[in-house]
Nanobody
Framework: QVQLVESGGGLVQAGGSLRLSCAAS????????MGWYRQAPGKQRELVAV???????NYADSVKGRFTISRDNGKNTVYLEMNSLKPEDTAVYYC??????????WGQGTQVTVSS
């Protein structure tokens, strides 16, 4: 089992910044992709950013140039640096990690609220 614990959400004004963290623990053989989804009220969950074990990244068009995903493989932790936040970024953000034999594990979610 892999457990993911998120931190760093909160309330911020438009134009501000937040940094989310997600630490994996448990019996970890290897973690391949790690990433972040988000879900706003009344909307489907959408992929925000993903990073593979080699550091390759991919972003949703809506966050390109504003968000940066990174990871520390030694700490099994993924980060999401969010800058120039907009009210439409308001959502619950969920991290995930893909591991052999375990599959996909999810964090509990952290609320990000951007006020206008």
């Amino acid at each position: 089992q892999v457990q993911l614990v998120e931190s760093g959400g909160g309330l911020v004004q438009a134009g501000g910044s937040l940094r989310l963290s997600c630490a994996a623990s448990g019996i970890i053989f290897r973690i391949n992709d790690m990433g972040w989804y988000r879900q706003a009220p009344g909307k489907q969950r959408e992929l925000v950013a993903v990073i593979n074990s080699g550091g390759g990244t991919n972003y949703a068009d809506s966050v390109k140039g504003r968000f940066t995903i990174s990871r520390d493989n030694g700490k099994n932790t993924v980060y999401l640096e969010m800058n120039s936040l907009k009210p439409e970024d308001t959502a619950v953000y969920y991290c995930y990690a893909d591991s052999p034999f375990v599959g996909r594990s999810w964090g509990q979610g952290t609320q990000v609220t951007v006020s206008s």
